[in-house]
């Protein structure tokens, strides 16, 4: 073969060294195979590319260069031959083919000016222009420095059936001894470097210990035990395990590296696939649910096992498109199990990096599809999918878009709370949904900033109660249960509903006596643990303010005493620039009531 002094892009390469690896989508191959690259990368250490007809993922670093077929014997086809073997190719008599490598006597590697490639029979080939025999001198590729190519053959190619090894018996016509021999390539410089393998080393270790079951970081941390013990007991090795272990510490060197960034390229390859199908409607009629059913169960298992570095930086490297082929995929797809896993995909890749994913489902029309469907669907697994999905879009802090105000409106959200206002639903017989759709209206609730276009307070006013609500508010608020904490950054969605409902007398009324008075009873205790300064005891100051405000409190004063005593001590005891004192001077100033 003759090297090409292009050393990337797609096309023909030769193996410059074995490689093994016994990862799952992972090509392995011999020294001098020839191999294909379909799809070169320049940046990462994996080409994609095709051995006998096998897809799969090439090692880029400096295992394979490629051939310059331009230097290349062309051949014609003195017969046709069918070439049904796996790593043969149908050739047509008249046919002008380029030898790409002599395999040995018998076989040589071909390809079409179509692109297609395999090994051919050499008697049935004839020379059009050729080469001198002997060794050849070839161009350098720039990652294989110091190359020298001689005439050791290679090993045999495939085996022959009987009748072809009875015509091919016969050494090759005088005219072939013209084209080199396929090439054994030493390299005296420039094999992989050490950190290569150093990082292609330890990577494996972990790897090893992942296939049973475990986590990426705990493996990592059982390899790193396990260095350490032996890098004691074997003190000369210690410098050896100490680059292992330096390795294992810097991930950036092994993301681009990973078999786990494979795994996923090349999942998200085949989802990308499947949605832009122009089958996807019909896939349900097709028996291909377990294969995609398995792809999404893969692609959620490297989600949730592996490093994390990982997929943000193969999501990143992608540039995010694989969220809205998600997306797109989840709206085009029917199977209702399917929907569930690819739901289960998003929320996992949401928890993995809030920050830009949540921004970019929530942007898209995957919130619209989600209350669509909320609406409709019955079966409770998808049903809890699509609620956690949809709120984990919501709660965390971003803008949505001006549009998906106008979709997500009353109606959906009076659907929502007449679901949880009513009797247990045959289909729910655990009664999830009030607290499943509960935390929809409090995640949608968080983007309505000015009360007055508050949709959600609007649609309550309009109802003649809400005691599902009211109660599981007044619970979740004495218990301090954030219930949409889905992030750290996640604001607390029954604080934000319990101050809005409270600022107007029209919602405010949805709460009976008896819970506003407990409810008083709740702010007293939470302002008495609050110690000056706390952000906290200014929200509850605040909720105070509005309780007396906007119920009928003066026909009741509940607590008024205890009330008062505590608003007067926070103003006198709390530093002058103290908002807490602020807070309670203004109370007292504004009710009068309460030092009566």
């Known amino acids: 073969a003759v090297v090409s002094t292009q050393s990337t892009g797609s096309g023909l390469y030769s193996a410059l060294h074995d490689f093994n690896c016994d990862q799952q989508h992972v090509l392995n191959f011999k020294k001098d195979q020839i191999v294909e690259v379909t799809k070169a990368s320049s940046s990462a250490n994996w080409h994609r590319g095709r051995i006998n007809g096998k897809a799969g993922f090439l090692p880029a670093n400096g295992y394979l260069t490629k051939i310059d077929l331009s230097q290349c014997a062309r051949v014609v086809v003195r017969q046709d031959f069918e070439g049904a073997t796996a790593g043969q ?16 006597v018998q076989w040589w590697t071909v390809r079409s000016d179509a692109g297609k490639w395999g090994q051919v029979p050499a008697k049935f080939l004839k020379v059009v222009n050729g080469s001198t025999e002997g060794e050849v001198t070839v161009h350098t590729p720039i990652e294989s420095p110091d190359i020298v190519i001689s005439n050791n053959s290679r090993p045999p190619g495939p085996p022959l059936s009987r009748a072809q090894s009875q015509q091919d018996t016969v050494s090759p016509p005088p005219e072939l001894n013209s ?49 350490g013990k032996l890098s004691e007991e074997y003190p000369e090795w210690n410098n050896e395990l100490s680059n292992l272990c330096r390795a294992l510490s810097k991930e950036e060197d092994m993301l681009s590296n990973s078999v786990d960034t494979l795994k996923l390229e090349q999942l998200f390859e085949h989802l990308k696939e499947l949605t ?3 089958q996807q409607r019909g896939w349900s009629c097709a028996d291909d649910t377990e294969e995609i059913s398995t792809m999404l169960s893969d692609l959620l298992s490297l989600l949730t096992n592996a490093n994390p570095k990982v997929v943000i930086h193969v999501l990143q490297s992608l540039k995010y498109e694989p969220l809205l082929t998600l997306v797109e995929y989840y709206q085009l797809e029917k199977r209702k199990s399917l929907k569930k896993q690819t739901l289960q995909v998003m929320y996992e890749c949401m928890l993995i990096q809030p920050d830009p994913i949540c921004s970019i489902l929530l942007t898209s029309r995957l919130p619209v599809q989600l209350a669509s469907d909320i609406q409709a669907n019955k079966v409770m697994s998808l049903l809890e999918q699509q609620c956690n999905v949809f709120c984990a879009c919501l709660t965390y802090p971003n803008v949505m878009p001006r549009n998906h105000y106008d979709q997500l409106d009353e109606l959906f959200i009076s659907h929502m709370l007449t679901a949880i206002e009513a009797d247990e639903q045959p289909y729910d017989p655990e009664n999830l949904i009030p607290n499943m759709f509960l935390k929809c209206i409090l995640s949608l609730n968080l983007h309505y900033k000015d009360l007055r276009n508050n949709k959600v307070c609007n649609v309550l006013k309009s109802r003649p109660h809400a005691t599902v609500l009211s109660e599981t508010m007044l619970v979740s608020f004495n218990r301090a249960e954030n219930l949409t904490s889905y992030f750290p950054e996640s604001e607390d969605g029954v604080r934000k509903l319990m101050l809005d409902l409270f600022g107007s007398p029209d919602t405010a009324e949805l709460f009976f006596t008896n819970d506003v008075k407990v409810l008083l009873e709740v702010l007293h205790r939470n302002i008495i643990d609050r110690g000056e300064g706390d952000s906290d005891r200014v929200y509850f100051m605040k909720l105070l303010d509005l309780v007396i405000a906007n119920t009928e409190y003066e026909d009741h004063t509940h607590y008024k005493y205890e009330i008062y005593q505590l608003l007067k001590q926070v103003s006198e005891e709390e530093s002058d620039d103290s908002q807490s004192m602020s807070e309670a001077a203004r109370i007292l100033q504004k009710h009068k009531i309460l030092a009566t």
């Open 89 to 104: 190719l149908k050739i047509y008599e008249g046919q002008v083919v380029t030898v790409v490598a002599r395999n040995d």
């Open 179 to 227: 084209i080199p021999r396929s090439s054994t390539i030493s390299r005296t410089t420039g094999s992989p470097s050490p950190k290569k393998d150093v990082i292609r080393i330890s990577s494996s270790l972990v790897e090893g210990v992942r296939r049973r079951g475990i986590k990426y970081q705990t493996s990592k941390d059982v390899v790193l035990t396990v260095l």
């Open 276 to 278: 832009e199908d122009e």
